[in-house]
């Protein structure tokens, strides 16, 4: 069965870093571009950025640029979304997301999301 | 900057029809397809349309999905309690090279 499962919540102080992991089960990591999205108390959803697992390439959306970095392991299936200079506005649940339908935005298998809690 | 634009809210009662509009441009919603999200508090985003009015396996023929232009549209047929949720809607944007969501639409079902 196709799934992901995401690392466990997080408490962490401004300036600090996470890092947030995303495993896949039931189908080959290197096949699908790995998306994030976060979605802030009370906002909307707002795509971060995607990670080719095949190649290592990513894609940041503007406003994480330079301030996020995605990679993977393929021998574990895993990819890590890590985001710096932590503010108390990053405070979100944070999602990874595949699109299987290849049109770039169909996210049809998302992980169960990791609350990441930015607080002094 | 690229803006998609969503009604805040919607409501309906059970059994009616209710349409969630998605206003946006050129670079997005004009020059690619859009998919539809339902989001429920504490869960993770449902892709519930994608390539403006494909419907995923298991998703009820209750919800449809139509473009015209730079807007789209999604329909929910036969309202049910359980369809109160968040809905979204997401095409690419060629302008930002990314994915835009909108801003988000709470349907009530009164």
């Known amino acids: 069965q196709v799934h992901l499962v995401q690392s466990g919540a997080e408490v962490k102080k401004p300036g600090a870093s996470v890092k947030v992991s995303c495993k896949a089960f039931g189908y080959t990591l290197s096949a699908y571009y790995m998306h994030w999205v976060r979605q802030a108390p009370g906002q909307g959803l707002e795509w971060m950025g995607w990670i080719n697992p095949d190649s290592g390439g990513t894609n940041y959306a503007q406003k994480f640029q330079g301030w996020v970095t995605m990679t993977r392991d393929t021998s574990i299936s895993t990819v890590y979304m890590e985001l710096n200079r932590l503010r108390s506005d990053d405070t979100a649940v944070y999602y990874c997301?595949?699109?299987?339908?290849?049109?770039?935005?169909?996210?049809?298998?998302w992980g169960q999301g990791t609350m990441v809690n930015v607080s002094s | 900057q690229s803006v998609l634009t969503q009604p805040p809210s919607a409501s309906g009662t059970p059994g009616q029809r209710v349409t969630i509009s998605c206003s946006g441009s050129n670079s997005n919603i004009g020059s690619n397809t859009v998919n539809w999200y339902q989001h429920l508090p504490g869960t993770a985003p449902k892709l519930l349309i994608y390539n403006n009015n494909q419907r995923p396996s298991g998703v009820p023929d209750r919800f449809s999905g139509s473009k015209s232009g730079t807007s789209a549209s999604l329909a929910i047929s036969g309202l049910r309690s359980e369809d109160e949720a968040d809905y979204y809607c997401a095409p690419w944007d060629d302008s930002l090279n990314g994915v835009l969501f909108g801003g988000g639409t709470k349907l009530s079902v009164l």
């Open positions: 997301a595949v699109d299987f339908f290849s049109s770039g935005s169909a996210f049809n298998i």
